[in-house]
């Protein structure tokens, strides 16, 4: 039992040595309590690592331990999952008040983990962290096995409800190619992209927990090879997605589209909307929003923040630039890569040229994430550190226009900007940099680079 697992926005650990059974069974107990408060009634579902079973199993002992009553899905994707939060099981008369999907997401496959929705807000943060503390606190406390569930057909209802709702597809005449990295994405894009009768290819579409071919992310350019590849050959437009399904990859011919970039896109169908972009959002997304009307929201990073942020401000979208893209126009407000797909399948029905739209943007150069290695103890007092610098910055440092914190510290310079931001998932600094000036975007990043060496001089 560690407290490490118990992170910002999920639980998440190597299976057996920090996910093993005397620790699941906790955590579906002590959260089970709270489930119980709400109703009892939990929905469950896995990814396609090798031990998403065998976790679910513990998770369910927890449970029911706790006198939920555990309904199982089988193995889904987390969109699927989060979808059972606003859907009545076909074979159960009470509400579902919670979820938990299994899934290390994009981790190697000896990872996993737990997201957690209650009441249909997601349960993260101090709460994890609080649970975390109860779970250690009773860590010898023996729940006896108990892997009773009802199992529920989510995955049905879900394709019908993309297949109703995006009925006007019906014989999309484009060439789709996509990228499923073996995770879960077709336990349910195929049947529906079979049900619309689309024209498509797939590449890795077999749900292995193992990942044989690359690994699930999207974000990560190297693991784009193959489905550029199979584009350039035969297809119009190329998707792929992640272990779990919540995130997305979009290509055309000339774009790998990010997604800041697929927001103002998707925003060009709503009228008036609000947007809320994280702090490693381009700045021409947020001028460019305003421009058109739109309001745009700078927040934190992470999904879990996201979600709560836009429930609060009635947004009708936001987005990670990694591809993280939560739709409340028209869906429920959760990050959803299947349907962040059929969404950009009817920007090309309705005639947009995605090329020209992002060609029409202003020219920046961006840096990618860039990773700063540190320690779990010292990346959050380094970021107060560099706030410190910040206040009286050397004489030769960029001219400051203002400094935005409300992620890490986001520096926006006369033409441009730096970022620096502590990790909530792993012990790192994360750094990212633009400008209209690719010259000054370098300058900014080796500026700034300075910045924290001497912040991390100082705390020595």
Request: aromatic share 10%.
């Given at each position: 039992?560690?407290?490490?697992?118990?992170?910002?926005?999920?639980?998440?650990?190597?299976?057996?040595?920090?996910?093993?059974?005397?620790?699941?069974?906790?955590?579906?107990?002590?959260?089970?309590?709270?489930?119980?408060?709400?109703?009892?009634?939990?929905?469950?579902?896995?990814?396609?690592?090798?031990?998403?079973?065998?976790?679910?199993?513990?998770?369910?002992?927890?449970?029911?331990?706790?006198?939920?009553?555990?309904?199982?899905?089988?193995?889904?994707?987390?969109?699927?999952?989060?979808?059972?939060?606003?859907?009545?099981?076909?074979?159960?008369?009470?509400?579902?008040?919670?979820?938990?999907?299994?899934?290390?997401?994009?981790?190697?496959?000896?990872?996993?983990?737990?997201?957690?929705?209650?009441?249909?807000?997601?349960?993260?943060?101090?709460?994890?962290?609080?649970?975390?503390?109860?779970?250690?606190?009773?860590?010898?406390?023996?729940?006896?096995?108990?892997?009773?569930?009802?199992?529920?057909?989510?995955?049905?209802?879900?394709?019908?409800?993309?297949?109703?709702?995006?009925?006007?597809?019906?014989?999309?005449?484009?060439?789709?190619?996509?990228?499923?990295?073996?995770?879960?994405?077709d336990t349910v894009i195929t049947d529906i992209f079979d049900a619309l009768e689309f024209n498509y290819e797939g590449l890795y579409m077999e749900p292995n927990g193992t990942f044989p071919n690359h690994h699930p992310d999207p974000s990560v350019e190297e693991n784009l090879v193959d489905v550029k590849a199979l584009l350039e050959k035969d297809g119009d437009i190329a998707f792929a997605y992640d272990g779990d399904a919540d995130r997305i990859a979009v290509l055309t011919h000339k774009y790998n589209i990010k997604g800041d970039q697929m927001a103002l896109l998707y925003s060009m169908k709503m009228e008036n909307p609000t947007v809320i972009g994280e702090v490693k959002c381009s700045q021409v997304m947020y001028d460019e929003l305003e421009r058109r009307g739109a309001k745009a929201i700078m927040?934190?990073?992470?999904?879990?923040?996201?979600?709560?942020?836009?429930?609060?401000?009635?947004?009708?979208?936001?987005?990670?630039?990694?591809?993280?893209?939560?739709?409340?126009?028209?869906?429920?407000?959760?990050?959803?890569?299947?349907?962040?797909?059929?969404?950009?399948?009817?920007?090309?029905?309705?005639?947009?040229?995605?090329?020209?739209?992002?060609?029409?943007?202003?020219?920046?150069?961006?840096?990618?994430?860039?990773?700063?290695?540190?320690?779990?103890?010292?990346?959050?007092?380094?970021?107060?550190?560099?706030?410190?610098?910040?206040?009286?910055?050397?004489?030769?440092?960029?001219?400051?226009?203002?400094?935005?914190?409300?992620?890490?510290?986001?520096?926006?310079?006369?033409?441009?900007?730096?970022?620096?931001?502590?990790?909530?998932?792993?012990?790192?600094?994360?750094?990212?940099?633009?400008?209209?000036?690719?010259?000054?975007?370098?300058?900014?990043?080796?500026?700034?680079?300075?910045?924290?060496?001497?912040?991390?001089?100082?705390?020595?």
């Open positions: 039992m560690t407290k490490t697992i118990f992170r910002e926005y999920d639980i998440r650990g190597i299976f057996e040595k920090e996910l093993n059974e005397q620790s699941v069974k906790l955590i579906g107990y002590f959260l089970g309590k709270k489930i119980k408060a709400l109703g009892g009634v939990v929905s469950i579902g896995y990814d396609a690592r090798t031990h998403s079973p065998i976790l679910r199993n513990y998770l369910a002992s927890g449970l029911n331990f706790a006198g939920c009553k555990v309904l199982d899905m089988g193995m889904v994707a987390t969109p699927v999952n989060y979808f059972s939060n606003y859907v009545q099981p076909v074979n159960v008369e009470e509400q579902v008040v919670a979820s938990v999907m299994i899934t290390g997401s994009h981790n190697p496959s000896e990872y996993n983990g737990f997201k957690m929705t209650l009441d249909k807000a997601p349960f993260f943060g101090d709460d994890i962290y609080a649970l975390g503390d109860e779970i250690i606190a009773n860590a010898e406390m023996k729940i006896p096995d108990n892997t009773e569930c009802i199992e529920i057909d989510t995955k049905r209802q879900y394709i019908d409800y993309m297949v109703e709702n995006f009925s006007h597809l019906k014989g999309f005449d484009k060439k789709i190619v996509m990228d499923g990295g073996n995770g879960v994405v927040y934190k990073t992470g999904h879990s923040n996201l979600k709560v942020k836009m429930k609060e401000t009635n947004a009708d979208l936001a987005c990670e630039v990694s591809g993280h893209i939560f739709f409340k126009h028209r869906y429920f407000g959760y990050d959803d890569a299947i349907y962040a797909t059929l969404r950009m399948l009817e920007l090309l029905q309705d005639g947009i040229d995605l090329d020209a739209e992002l060609d029409a943007l202003p020219l920046v150069y961006s840096t990618e994430e860039i990773k700063v290695e540190t320690s779990e103890e010292q990346k959050f007092l380094i970021i107060d550190k560099v706030k410190e610098l910040l206040e009286n910055p050397p004489a030769d440092f960029p001219k400051i226009v203002n400094i935005i914190d409300v992620d890490g510290v986001r520096i926006n310079f006369e033409k441009g900007w730096g970022l620096v931001r502590a990790s909530n998932t792993t012990p790192v600094l994360v750094t990212r940099f633009e400008s209209t000036d690719e010259a000054l975007a370098k300058e900014y990043e080796n500026r700034v680079n300075a910045l924290i060496e001497d912040a991390k001089s100082l705390l020595k």
